[in-house]
């Protein structure tokens, strides 16, 4: 693609639209047009982020002028709660863009938003139509090429996904009674403060939250479901909050299948990272948030106890990243015939 794609971001005062607008900015085939933020309204986006060239002279605009924003750009990034995305989303599609949602407003089918989302989907033929898409698990990439509206995975549904599929897929665990307990960043709690999240609270200590009701376990079922894999049971999750910024780290568990050795474990790991360029695979004990943490890599490791029949996959990755912003750049990458490292490969991180 010789010419660049104009994007807009709505929301781009969040982490996950930060997180976008620095990718975006340096990406080969995208030029930013657009940045909606009533926080931000009226400012220069280089003023507000360490982003350099055409897109730091970027003028925010309010979410109320964002409607006549769509119609100038290709690709929408709608980094916004469930509701909002849900109302902007078909005005953008109207106008001829084609929109990436980093929300949940289009993750879940249409019976399950009352019970996870506290409210009933106000347009049942958008979701209907939504492509969702986690592009190594749901494999999908047909789809993507003309899909209007693509729903981009939740950070925790990333790498829990990306921790059981490789061993469900070759028969090393059975597909129920699978147990994740996962730990984010601060991060992933979004920008909006509160006392829970301020300093004094989250450091030094370490804390599980919304247990058993997190709105995320529904979409780390159907997402299995969505990659293939048949029977898959009620999945018990669990989210923790770290005192770290950023980054994923998801514990999975599973009952090994008869026969089945620790070396089945971690050959599944190898074969599934194959030809996937973000995925590597390590030792049990190598999966670790500094070789991640601002990049869009997926780093698995696993492991497996013949005598106590379970097998345990493991995954890392930046929430603002590949649970976020650079899942949704792959996503766009795919949708317009890129390749799906395009502006995604040069994230190296900051590990010493």
């Not at 979410?63 to 990034?77: D, K, M, N, T």
């Not at 059975?174 to 307990?181: C, F, K, N, S, T």
């Not at 048949?230 to 780290?249: E, Q």
Request: hydrophobic content about 45%; charged content about 20%.
């Amino acid at each position: 693609m010789n010419t660049q794609v104009p994007v807009g971001i709505v929301g781009v005062s969040g982490y996950s639209g930060m997180e976008l607008a620095r990718i975006v900015s340096r990406h080969p085939n995208f030029r930013l047009v657009s940045a909606v933020s009533d926080k931000w309204a009226g400012k220069p986006l280089g003023d507000m982020l360490p982003i350099y060239g055409n897109a730091a002279a970027v003028r925010c605009t309010t979410q109320a002028e964002a409607l006549s924003v769509f119609p100038s750009v290709g690709i929408v990034f709608l980094c916004t709660p469930a509701e909002v995305s849900i109302e902007l989303a078909a005005p953008a599609i109207q106008a001829g863009a084609r929109v990436v949602d980093l929300s949940g407003g289009f993750r879940l089918p249409l019976d399950q938003f009352p019970r996870w989302y506290g409210f009933t989907h106000p347009n049942p033929g958008l979701l209907a139509d939504a492509i969702y898409s986690m592009p190594e698990a749901t494999e999908n990439r047909d789809a993507l090429k003309t899909a209007k509206l693509v729903a981009n995975p939740g950070c925790y549904p990333t790498a829990s996904v990306l921790a059981l599929l490789p061993l469900l897929r070759a028969g090393v665990i059975e597909a129920r009674g699978l147990i994740v307990d996962a730990k984010s960043g601060t991060t992933g709690a979004g920008r909006k403060g509160s006392e829970e999240l301020s300093f004094s609270e989250v450091d030094g200590d370490f804390r599980a939250y919304r247990v058993l009701k997190h709105q995320h376990t529904p979409e780390i079922e159907r997402t299995l479901s969505l990659a293939g894999i048949a029977g898959v049971g009620k999945v018990t999750f669990t989210a923790h909050l770290l005192p770290t910024r950023r980054g994923i780290l998801a514990t999975a568990y599973g009952r090994l299948c008869p026969g089945k050795t620790t070396a089945d474990a971690q050959a599944a790991m190898r074969t599934f990272v194959a030809d996937r360029p973000f995925l590597r695979a390590t030792g049990a004990e190598q999966v670790r948030l500094q070789a991640v943490v601002g990049t869009n890599r997926v780093l698995l490791g696993a492991d497996a106890d013949p005598e106590r029949e379970v097998a345990i996959g493991f995954a890392a990755i930046d929430n603002l990243v590949k649970g976020a912003a650079g899942q949704a750049v792959q996503n766009a990458n795919l949708m317009l015939g890129l390749d799906e490292t395009a502006g995604l490969d040069l994230l190296s991180g900051s590990a010493p």
